[in-house]
């Protein structure tokens, strides 16, 4: 199967499940379809530098389920961080890179997916060649926490 085709068969995916998760109840009214052509979506700056976010359904800064497209400047390398929630993430262009704490760096091109548990720690960006672009969702409230490393010659 092309990557193409396993890309848009994931982000279904995603989307179907949040279907199911947020369909009315019986006999309410339903909402109109949600269309966002490309040219149509509306970008915002993220929450570190180098970062931008446009929202697709709910809101990544509310303790509240979440999708949202983020794009990552070429190079953006974030140091050692975690988040409280787990953030699924499918990347569309770019490459996107992750390295738990103590493990190895993985760098993942188009098509590729990432679970990073809540409460773990990790290093992630961009690759330096060109920006990247993924979608990005989770069950509650989007955070970024540094974890300060220790300075040199010091132990934790």
Known sequence: MSDFR???????????????HSAAAPGKDKEADVILPAGDIQWQPGPTEGTHLANLWGDWRKNAPFGTLVRFDAGVMHPLHRHTRTL?????????????EGGTETRLGPGSY????????????????????????????FDFIPVEEPAAGKKK
Do not use: D, Y
Not at 88 to 100: A, D, E, M, W
Not at 118 to 141: D, I, Q, R, W, Y
């Open 88 to 100: 699924r993430i499918v990347v569309l262009s770019g490459t996107f890179v992750h390295q738990p």
């Open 6 to 20: 396993w890309l848009m068969m994931a982000v279904a995916g995603l989307g179907m499940s949040w279907s199911i």
């Open 114 to 141: 990432v679970l990073q548990r809540g409460g773990l720690n990790h290093v992630s960006g961009c690759a330096p060649e060109t920006e990247c672009e993924f979608f990005m969702s989770s069950n509650g409230k």
